[in-house]
């Protein structure tokens, strides 16, 4: 299959690393130009060699909407056209009902979730000349619940319902929204959770028989396989849609 993404340019926020590098590494493979927004300096130059530079990295910590106007700026002064975007940094930062407090949540939701508002409007004018199409990473937590994460359930959530928003709103222009839910993806994020537990390996193993499909946690090139063709011409009458790249986990029965 051709994805026909040959010199197409795709912003990734957090895209130097785990599920965001995946997709940066992917989108390589298929000739298009990522733009990683991630401060992580060593994985994001390991991509750009890997894209004999036809790659650029941004290496800042996204949170505000002058950060975000500035990445669109900035990519379009280099490559001079936005294709897509992949709205993904974020990370679990535990921020509890009760184990919290207002203004830490309040705190969570801005960091998980604010961006990916900020970087949709500013690509807009982008997106509506070239029909672009925008992925946004969100989580089977915020259908499942986990417990003790409050605030990243917000955001993962509210990036739901905006896909959704957005859909709908840019019907019009023939942008498409979808988003993936992942569930259990090793990556740097999820080994250092791991870490967190006084037996990390007998706690990987028992989270990897819940996975129906395999007994195995989903890798960050199966997910990114999923963005990858969402954001091609092959997805072109798929919208809306909220996909789970998850061996399972979300709906058959863990008891399998
Ligand atoms: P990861 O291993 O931590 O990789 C994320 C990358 O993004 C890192 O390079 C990180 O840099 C960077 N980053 C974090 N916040 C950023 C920001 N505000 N601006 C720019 N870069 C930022 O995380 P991951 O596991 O790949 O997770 C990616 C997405 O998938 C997240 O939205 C997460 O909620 C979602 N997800 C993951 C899983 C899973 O099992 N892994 C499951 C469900 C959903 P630093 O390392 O310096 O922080």
Redesign the pocket.
């Known amino acids: 299959m051709n994805l026909n993404l040959n010199n197409k340019v795709f912003i990734i ?9 995946a997709i940066s590494r992917g989108l390589v493979e298929e000739g298009a130009i990522p733009v990683m ?4 300096d060593k ?1 994001a130059s390991e991509i750009i060699d890997l894209a004999k530079g036809k790659a650029l990295q941004i290496p ?4 505000s909407a002058e950060q975000a106007k500035e990445v669109i700026e900035l990519t379009l002064k280099t490559f001079g056209r936005i294709d897509g975007i992949v709205n ?5 930062d535990g921020v509890g009902l009760e184990h919290g407090n207002p203004d830490a949540y309040a705190n969570s939701v801005a ?2 979730l604010f ?1 990916y508002y900020y970087l949709a409007h500013y690509a807009l004018p982008q997106l509506k000349e070239h029909q672009g199409a925008i992925v946004n ?5 915020a259908v499942t619940g986990q417990g003790s994460t409050s605030g ?1 359930i917000s955001a ?1 959530g509210a990036q739901l319902a905006l896909t959704r928003e957005w859909a709908v709103e840019l019907l019009p222009y023939q942008i498409r929204v979808n988003a993936i ?10 080994a250092s959770w791991i870490q967190s537990f006084p037996n990390p390996e007998e706690k990987l193993q028992e989270i990897s028989n819940r996975i129906p499909l395999g007994k195995r ?2 890798t ?1 090139e199966e ?1 990114a396989s999923m963005a990858i063709f969402l954001l091609s011409e092959k997805a072109s009458h798929i919208t809306g849609q909220h996909l789970y790249v998850d061996g399972g986990y979300t709906h058959l029965d863990r008891s399998l």
Do not use: C, Q, W
Request: no cysteine; hydrophobic share 30%.
């Open positions: 926020s957090g895209g130097a690393k785990g599920i965001g590098g927004v991630d401060p992580s994985e800042i910590r996204l949170f993904n940094a974020g990370a679990n960091k998980n961006h990473i969100s989580s089977k937590t990243y993962k839910l992942p569930a259990e993806v090793y990556t740097p994020m999820y946690m989903t960050p997910i």
